[in-house]
């Protein structure tokens, strides 16, 4: 590293960065990170962990319900917000404290500040008068909640950064956008017992992932309490002496304590200099990047959610991962963004892996399909009208499955070992040929023996 401060730079610890800097300075090599906020990033923060405890938290209303049909009679239950509040950041401090001391223990540098570039190998340390040079320089800086611009009254809405810190829960909340933090949000605030809205100017929610997958979640989620509005937009947000007011596209005032707006995230780059490094981005305003996460400068590469390719944590570690292993353990590798399964902690949630049946219609022409509905044994007990989707997209002439989807208790759970057998390229026979194991929700998954007709398609 002739002449650098450091071998490694890298900009942001959160998923991806700190799994990159440990792993390089784990080898010896001198590295340091800067974070300008809290140490574990989007994550562990303000994302899945918080949001986590939260979908926990809400999970209790609907368990209270089943219990009594189970013949408990339960307590008066009542939920205190702000007990819940204290003790979620009294976790997430001490998840941030991990990743520190993991940091530390590995030997990086670590810095609290805004590093911004002055030229492909020195870095400012913002507040801090300080210049720092290194070598290589990896940007890990994430993402961040977006607002639409010019939208009158958006300075009264909230994004996901701040529903984790409302200083107290609202009667009603109208939430914006038809994404998964949107439809998570909803399913935690609704089950929280607050008055929810869902508003979304598509016709469905969930885009992109499989149409039966968005509609039956549409509809259970609606059986839930959440009210769902469709093929309507915000035209404005009128604060008045009771709450604010959401004027919409379609006519309907909704009123409200609180509007969130999970309408999309997008790459954090602003204020970061990329232009005195050379940087180039794509036209999404991601940093481009090729499959080893390089960029168009050679000493510069970049992970995570910066890159808008598959934006969860686990693939920002993976590529941090890869970074580490080319760069510093002479092993090169790239992660295969192929079969990454993902959830929706929905309520019900969802698990998807692999194609939706429209993705494999248009890659394979023909395809088969599997796909079931029922009542859960736990609901149906009760007289509960919850019912579970599963469904398997099968390209016809290799007979893999190239696509699984499951909307119904503990779905994410189902789907990361479904994956493992769909990534190695399972056949519905060998599928089959596992034994089913009763009695689960689970079990569903092998013993769907008949392909699916559409109603419209159908015979008649
Ligand atoms: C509400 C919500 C829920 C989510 N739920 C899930 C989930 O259930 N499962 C899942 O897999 N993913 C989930 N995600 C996505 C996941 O959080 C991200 O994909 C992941 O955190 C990306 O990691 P990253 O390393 O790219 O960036 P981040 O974790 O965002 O880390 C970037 C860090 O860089 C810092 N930084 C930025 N610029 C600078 C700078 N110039 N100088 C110094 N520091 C800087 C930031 O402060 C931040 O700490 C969720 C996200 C949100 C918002």
Redesign the pocket.
């Known amino acids: 590293m002739a002449g650098y401060d450091y071998d490694l730079f890298v900009?942001?610890?959160?998923?991806?960065?700190?799994r990159a800097a440990r792993m390089a300075a784990l080898t010896g090599a001198k590295v340091a990170v800067?974070?300008?906020?809290?140490?574990?990033?989007?994550?562990?923060?303000?994302?899945?962990v918080?949001?986590?405890f939260m979908v926990y938290a809400s999970e209790f209303a609907h368990l209270f319900e089943l219990a009594e049909g189970y013949g408990w009679s339960a307590p008066q239950s009542a939920f205190d917000w702000k007990t819940f509040l204290t003790r979620k950041d009294v976790e997430i401090g001490r998840l941030s404290g991990i990743y520190a001391t993991n940091l530390q223990k590995s030997g990086a540098d670590l810095?609290h500040?805004?590093?911004?570039f002055k030229d492909a190998h020195t870095l400012e340390i913002?507040g801090k008068d300080m210049m720092v040079t290194a070598d290589k320089i990896l940007i890990?800086?994430?993402?961040?909640?977006l607002i639409p611009p010019g939208l009158e009254g958006s300075e009264h809405a909230i994004t996901?950064?701040e529903?984790f810190h409302l200083p107290q829960m609202p009667k009603r909340i109208v939430i914006v956008g038809g994404g998964?933090?949107a439809v998570?949000?909803a399913g935690i605030f609704n089950g929280l017992g607050v008055d929810t809205t869902l508003v979304y100017r598509g016709a469905t929610i969930l885009r992109g992932f499989d149409e039966d997958v968005r509609n039956h979640l549409a509809e259970e989620v609606n059986k839930r309490g959440v009210r769902i509005i469709v093929g309507a937009q915000h035209e404005r947000i009128e604060k008045t002496a009771a709450g604010l007011i959401s004027h919409l596209s379609n006519g309907i005032a909704a009123p409200s304590e609180v509007v969130m707006f999970?309408t999309g995230?997008e790459p954090?780059v602003e204020?970061?200099g990329l232009d005195k490094a050379g940087v180039a981005l794509n036209e999404r305003g991601a940093v481009a990047v090729d499959a080893h996460s390089r960029t168009n400068v050679d000493n510069i590469w970049a992970?995570?959610?910066?890159?808008d390719r598959i934006?969860?944590?686990?693939?920002?570690?993976r590529e941090?991962s890869a970074f580490a292993n080319t760069e510093f353990l002479g092993k090169p590798t790239t992660f295969d963004h192929d079969m990454v399964p993902?959830?929706v902690?929905s309520q019900p949630p969802v698990g998807t892996v692999g194609m939706t049946e429209a993705q494999a219609r248009h890659a394979f022409g023909k395809v088969d399909i599997y796909l079931t509905r029922f009542r859960p044994m736990k609901e149906v007990f009760m007289g509960a009208q919850d019912r579970v989707l599963m469904k398997l997209v099968v390209d016809e002439s290799t007979q893999r499955i190239v696509g699984c989807h499951i909307v119904g208790p503990d779905a994410p759970e189902m789907i990361q070992l479904a994956a493992v057998a769909i990534k190695m390229g399972v056949t519905k026979a060998q599928w089959d040929d596992t034994c089913a194991l009763h009695p689960t929700v689970a079990e569903e998954l092998v013993t769907m023996r008949d392909k699916y007709v559409q109603p419209s398609l159908g015979m008649g």
Request: proline share 5%.
């Open positions: 900009i942001g610890a959160g998923s991806g960065g700190v800067a974070e300008e906020d809290r140490v574990g990033g989007t994550c562990v923060v303000r994302g899945c918080p949001k986590k810095f500040g805004k590093a911004v913002v890990a800086t994430g993402g961040r909640p996901s950064n529903a998964f933090i998570e949000f999970a995230r954090y204020g970061l992970v995570g959610d910066v890159t934006n969860l944590t686990p693939v920002a570690i941090g993902t959830a902690f």
